[in-house]
């Protein structure tokens, strides 16, 4: 559905932040992202693919992005909305993938909803970041959402970089008619600043990324949540419930059971927290979904006693 605008809405409910699954020798593992889609669609609102989050999209060749993307756009096929991450390391590699994006969905002639999916103060300051964002949008011509991720601009860039968009910056940034939401993580003071200052944007979308406090205190719109890919079934039920209460108000033992369940959703989620792309790929690659835990970066495996206190607490969830 089109909003004022003129781009599609973005969907509220679960967005599930896919890794990317690669084979020992690095190259992109068709196959077993197939297997993955298979997993995740029937449960998914949406897909967030290529992320600096799950899909490791900071340390992804450029081939490997073009082929993921080409991958998912066959795969998927408009089944659920997508979101793709076009951060690259200054503004002229973003904007160049991001007009690839462009073109690829045009030869492609693909016509369900594409959302670009960038982390601006990975590569670009506070400063100007409204004109910049403005240029990017007038350039790829597709909806963009922007990403504002303190931790990880901080565990990669180190101490100098700008870690939060300023909120005076966001308000900027919010009145752009092709800015559509933004995916946040962070101080929940923050995340009510930037409410407000999109509150003239009735229909902007705010998605938690922090999925323990969406958890604990569900967003009006929804969640990313790589979990989500592990816990695809548990995961889209409780997130359903969180957004829509209502719906399971006259249900006592359904309440108690969703209760239930997200409490154990949060143990799974809390433990991850320090190494989620490594932990959830070791667990694909377990349960023979992706080839091979095989980083991008290079990183090395989780220890056996994490994965092992891992797969403990998944045992818990019948998917």
Not at 117 to 129: E, I, K, V
Not at 215 to 241: D, E, F, H, N
Request: aromatic letters at 8%; proline letters at 8%; charged letters at 20%.
């Amino acid at each position: 559905m089109a909003n004022s605008t003129g781009f599609p809405t973005p969907p509220a409910g679960l967005i599930i932040d896919l890794v990317t699954p690669l084979t020992a020798a690095g190259t992109l593992d068709g196959p077993g992202l197939d297997r993955l889609l298979a997993r995740v669609l029937p449960w998914a609102d949406g897909l967030l693919a290529g992320s600096p989050l799950a899909g490791e999209g900071l340390e992804l060749p450029r081939k490997i992005r073009e082929e993921l993307l080409s991958h998912l756009l066959a795969a998927v096929a408009g089944q659920v909305p997508l979101f793709f991450g076009i951060t690259g390391n200054s503004p002229e590699e973003t904007k160049a993938l991001a007009a690839w994006v462009r073109e690829e969905i045009r030869r492609r002639d693909y016509q369900s909803p594409v959302f670009l999916a960038d982390l601006p103060l990975w590569y670009h300051s506070n400063r100007g970041l409204p004109q910049y964002c403005q240029s990017l949008l007038a350039e790829t011509e597709l909806p963009l959402l922007l990403l504002n991720l303190p931790r990880e601009v901080r565990r990669r860039g180190g101490m100098f970089k700008h870690l939060n968009i300023r909120t005076q910056v966001f308000k900027k940034v919010a009145a752009l008619p092709g800015i559509l939401g933004l995916i946040y993580q962070g101080e929940m003071r923050r995340f009510l600043h930037y409410h407000h200052a999109a509150a003239a944007r009735p229909g902007f979308a705010f998605y938690e990324t922090d999925e323990v406090r969406f958890l604990t205190r569900p967003g009006a719109w929804g969640a990313v949540s790589a979990a989500a890919q592990i816990l695809p079934q548990a995961w889209q039920g409780v997130a359903r419930a969180c957004i829509h209460p209502e719906e399971i108000a006259d249900d006592p033992a359904r309440r108690y059971a969703l209760w239930d369940q997200g409490n154990r959703l949060q143990q799974v989620s809390q433990f991850c927290g320090q190494n989620p792309a490594g932990l959830w790929k070791q667990a694909l690659a377990r349960q023979g979904i992706i080839s091979s835990p095989a980083r991008a970066s290079g990183a090395s495996a989780a220890k056996p006693e994490d994965l092992e206190k891992f797969f403990e607490l998944l045992a818990g969830f019948a998917e």
